[in-house]
């Protein structure tokens, strides 16, 4: 990778490094080691209610690192490495089986994420599976969720993910041009996505995602329209589409420092929101239905991404894996982030988080509205009735702005984002924030 100096869109409006992308609440970086023994006593405790339970499996092993990745990914592993890896998650996985707060609870929703599931060997991937369903039964599961890197299928892989149960194939193809696709380090080429795209159609998969990334390096007006339309000809069933941020952690942020450079060599944040505008134009004309910022569905009745749906109005979800995620009866925690002390701690019998926090009902009410507000609309009357608050009273100042500004539209109903507020969702949730937290980093 070298270093590129980009003209794109106003300089006001370049990418600068850190994290643009709003995933939780209250953020990451005021999590800490105190609230761990909550963490603990959360997982001790009966379910307070009926809350849909989902299971996060981390598969942290790709071929190679893109140069935007800020994953805890590993691709220098070998095999008894990666054997000693999916033993561990088993370990884990049987110590939370036998905690109270699993409440008899099956899982709503299973998300295998990454680093790259599909990197592993159909042989592992059949004994993670078979020891999840076993420990945390997943029968009657509304989705299974797996993510791929084109240049790891095979139809024997394919057809071992389809056997597992999965629902839902989310391929990261990111960009068609195969320039594009080296300057961002990506693992794949272009002759790897017709070929992997072509095997899970002939899988029968109920659900196939396409993920893209608008404005990577070296990205073009031309060949961004030309990625839309490669995706709309292949008709999968639902499409993601990210806009490009360079988070402190990657490695197109320490080439940046190298060079002394301030923006990333990336397009602007108004060119990225442009392009976005522009797939999610083209979409709709070919049938589909944008339903977030991020995703466009050709048929939201029959195509549910529950794994965002259900997370985001509140459902508990355990994180398994070396530094995953957990959201469980209102603590927030995270997994040991070291991939030895991760195994070390599971081999001794214990629970591996290493921070944590737990969250009040403000907390609650405020991370369920911004992250339902990325889905373009968020009802009025569902947080009177969960939390017994009116948002419009509790946000006045912040609805009030995004009003004024023309990004949204206020109803006795609730708040609809225009496409233009859409486009730059993650940018305005920090004013939803409690003051603590508005100049926090999100990591």
Not at 144 to 165: D, H, N
Not at 340 to 347: F, K, S
Not at 396 to 409: D, F, I, P, Q, V
Request: proline content about 5%; overall charge negative.
């Amino acid at each position: 990778m070298t270093a590129v100096t980009t003209t794109l869109g106003d300089p006001a409006e370049g990418t600068r490094p850190g994290n643009y992308f709003v995933s939780n609440y209250p953020p990451y970086s005021v999590w800490d080691t105190a609230s761990i023994a909550r963490a603990l006593e959360a997982l001790d405790s009966p379910p307070a209610a009926a809350n849909p339970l989902g299971v996060y499996l981390h598969v942290p092993f790709c071929r190679k690192r893109c140069h935007f990745c800020y994953f805890k990914v590993y691709t220098d592993k070998n095999a008894g490495e990666v054997e000693g890896y999916i033993e561990t998650m088993v370990e884990e996985m049987k110590l939370h089986a036998a905690k109270p707060f699993i409440g008899g609870r099956k899982p709503s929703f299973v998300y295998f994420g990454g680093g790259t599931p599909s990197y592993i060997s159909t042989t592992q991937l059949g004994r993670l599976a078979e020891a999840a369903k076993r420990l945390l039964p997943w029968d009657e599961a509304e989705e299974v969720a797996f993510e791929c890197e084109p240049g790891t299928i095979t139809e024997p892989k394919l057809k071992a993910i389809k056997e597992i149960g999965v629902t839902r194939l989310s391929l990261g193809i990111e960009n068609y041009n195969d320039e594009i696709l080296k300057a961002n380090g990506r693992a794949h080429l272009s002759k790897e996505i017709d070929r992997s795209y072509a095997y899970a159609r002939s899988a029968g998969f109920e659900a196939i995602n396409i993920d893209l990334i608008a404005g990577m390096v070296g990205e073009t007006e031309e060949n961004w329209r030309e990625c839309v339309r490669k995706t709309i000809d292949l008709a999968p069933e639902s499409v993601t589409v990210y806009q490009m941020e360079v988070p402190y952690n990657t490695t197109i942020f320490k080439e940046m420092k190298v060079f002394g450079q301030e923006v990333a060599p990336v397009a602007s944040w108004q060119l990225k929101r442009e392009w976005v505008k522009y797939a999610f134009a083209e979409l709709e004309k070919a049938g589909y239905t944008v339903g977030s910022a991020y995703t466009a569905v050709k048929d939201p009745q029959k195509t549910k991404f529950l794994y965002r749906d259900l997370l985001w109005r509140g459902a508990d979800m355990l994180g398994l894996g070396v530094a995953s995620f957990s959201h469980v009866q209102g603590m927030h925690f995270q997994n040991e982030h070291e991939f030895e002390r991760y195994r070390e701690r599971v081999a001794k019998g214990e629970i591996p988080v290493c921070r944590a926090l737990e969250t009040s009902a403000d907390d609650r009410l405020i991370r369920e509205y911004i992250l339902q507000m990325k889905l373009g609309r968020v009802g009025r009357r569902y947080f009177v009735d969960k939390f017994g608050v009116d948002p419009h009273e509790r946000f006045a100042g912040a609805l009030g702005k995004l009003s004024e500004a023309g990004l949204a539209a206020v109803g006795d109903d609730g708040v609809e984002l225009t496409r233009d507020g859409l486009m730059r969702v993650d940018g305005l949730l920090h004013q939803f924030f409690r003051p603590e937290h508005q100049l926090a980093r999100r990591v």
